[in-house]
C-alpha cells in the first residue's frame, strides 16, 4: 500500500484532472450554447451550432459526474459540506443543465419559428447558467464559503445563496463565462465554414480579449489584498504531520504564497495569459486546429493555476478558518483511497481511448449543405 501522504496527494491531482476535463469538454459545449443565439443568424446556421456539439455534449458531460462521484469517495465531507450549504446553487446549476437534452431533441422537431427560437434561448440558458454558477462556486473558495464544524463534525452553513455573489466571486463568474465562450468558439471556428464561421472568429476573438483583461483583474486582486488562508506552524515535519499541527490563519494575499516562495510556479498563469493571446492569434490566421489547441492549453494553464493557488485547502471557511477542508484533513481512509486508485488506474485510460476515438470519427465541418440535406436525421 502507498503512504498515506502519497494516496491524498494523488487523489487531489486526480480530482483536479477530472475537474479539468470536465472544463475542457463540456466547457466548449457550454460555450457554444451561450454563443448559440448571436452567431447564428438563420435557422439553419443555428443548427449546424447545434450539430456541431450534438454528437459529443452526452459524453463530455460524464466528466462533470466522474468528478463529482470522486469527491464523495475521496473528500466525503467536501461533499456533505459544500452539497448541503451550497444546495440552491447546485439545485440552480441542475435545472438549467437538464434544458440541454430537452433542447437538443426537441428544438427541431416543428417548423415553428417560435418553437425553434423559444428553445435556441431555453438552450442559451443551459449553457450560460450552469457556467456563471460554477464560476461562481470557484471564485468562493478563494472568498471563504461561511461554514464550520460541531464536536460532532456536522457542518453548520450560515450564509445564503446571495452571499456567493463576493465581487471578487462574480469576477471570477464572469472569467469562467468568457473562457468557455472563447473554447467553445475556437471549437466551432474548428467545426464550421463560411460566414458562420467567420462571424464565430469575429465573437472569438473579442471575447478572448477580455478574458486576457478579467484574467489580470483577478490574479493583481488576488496577489494584492484579497484575504486567503495560510498554514503557520509546523515546519521541519512531514507534510501531513506538518498539516495537522499547523493553526489557519487568514491574511492579505495569502493565496499568492506558493507563487511567492516558487516563483518558478508563475509559469502557470503566464502559460494561461499566452495561451489566449495564441488563440487570439491563430484565429485570426485561420489555423484552427492549432487555435482550438490554444484554447485548450489556456483552459489547463487557467484551472491549474487556480489549483495551485488554493493548494492543499478544497473547502475553505470564511467563518471558522480552523475548520477549513484540506486533503489531508477531508480524505477518506487509506484503505479505500487505495482501491479507488487501481480502479482509476484501470478506468480512466480506457475512457480516454474511447473518448479520443469518438472525437475522431466523428471530425470534420458541419455545413448548412448538410443540414438541408440531412435535416431529419440531425438536430
Not at 212 to 241: K, T
Request: hydrophobic share 55%.
Amino acid at each position: 500500500m502507498l503512504e498515506i501522504e502519497t494516496l491524498k496527494l494523488a487523489w487531489w491531482l486526480i480530482i483536479a484532472v477530472l475537474i479539468i476535463g470536465f472544463v475542457l469538454t463540456d466547457g466548449f459545449d457550454l460555450g457554444a450554447l451561450i454563443l448559440l443565439p448571436w452567431v447564428g443568424q438563420t435557422d439553419d446556421e443555428r443548427r449546424v451550432v447545434l450539430n456541431a456539439v450534438g454528437a459529443t455534449w452526452e459524453g463530455n458531460q460524464t466528466w462533470l459526474v466522474t468528478a463529482t462521484a470522486a469527491t464523495f469517495a475521496a473528500w466525503p465531507l467536501v461533499y456533505a459540506v459544500s452539497f448541503s450549504g451550497l444546495y440552491f446553487a447546485m439545485l440552480l446549476a441542475l435545472f438549467a443543465l437538464f434544458l440541454r437534452p430537452v433542447g437538443f431533441d426537441y428544438r427541431s422537431k416543428l417548423a415553428d419559428t417560435r418553437w425553434r427560437a423559444t428553445w435556441d434561448w431555453a438552450l442559451f440558458v443551459g449553457g450560460l447558467v450552469p457556467t456563471l454558477v460554477f464560476g461562481l462556486l470557484l471564485g468562493n473558495l478563494f472568498v471563504g464559503l461561511p461554514f464550520q464544524l460541531d464536536d460532532d463534525f456536522r457542518s453548520v452553513y450560515r450564509g445564503g445563496f446571495l452571499d456567493l455573489f463576493h465581487p471578487f466571486a462574480v469576477l471570477v463568474a464572469l472569467a469562467a463565462t468568457l473562457l468557455c465562450m472563447m473554447h467553445g468558439g475556437a471549437y466551432l471556428r474548428l467545426r464550421t465554414q463560411g460566414a458562420l464561421a467567420q462571424r464565430i472568429e469575429r465573437w472569438t476573438l473579442s471575447i478572448g480579449a477580455a478574458l486576457a483583461v478579467l484574467l489580470l483583474g483577478c490574479g493583481a486582486w488576488l496577489a494584492s489584498s484579497l484575504p486567503g488562508l495560510r498554514m503557520a506552524g509546523g515546519s521541519g515535519l512531514s507534510p501531513l504531520s506538518a498539516a495537522l499541527a499547523s493553526q489557519l490563519v487568514m491574511a492579505p494575499a495569502a493565496w499568492a504564497d506558493h507563487y511567492v516562495r516558487a516563483p518558478g510556479l508563475l509559469v502557470l498563469p503566464g502559460a494561461s495569459l499566452l495561451a489566449i493571446a495564441a488563440t487570439l492569434a491563430l484565429t485570426g490566421a485561420r489555423h484552427s486546429r492549432l487555435a482550438f489547441c490554444s484554447s485548450a492549453g489556456a483552459v489547463i494553464a487557467t484551472l491549474s493555476s487556480a489549483g495551485v493557488a488554493l493548494f492543499p485547502f478544497v473547502l475553505p471557511s470564511s467563518l471558522a478558518p480552523a475548520a477549513s477542508l484540506t486533503l489531508w484533513n477531508a480524505s477518506s481512509s487509506p484503505k479505500t483511497l487505495q482501491i479507488m486508485l487501481w480502479v482509476v488506474l484501470l478506468f480512466v485510460p480506457l475512457i480516454l481511448l474511447y473518448t479520443g476515438w469518438v472525437y475522431r470519427v466523428l471530425r470534420g465541418p458541419i455545413t448548412v449543405e448538410q443540414v438541408r440535406s440531412d435535416g431529419k436525421r440531425l438536430y
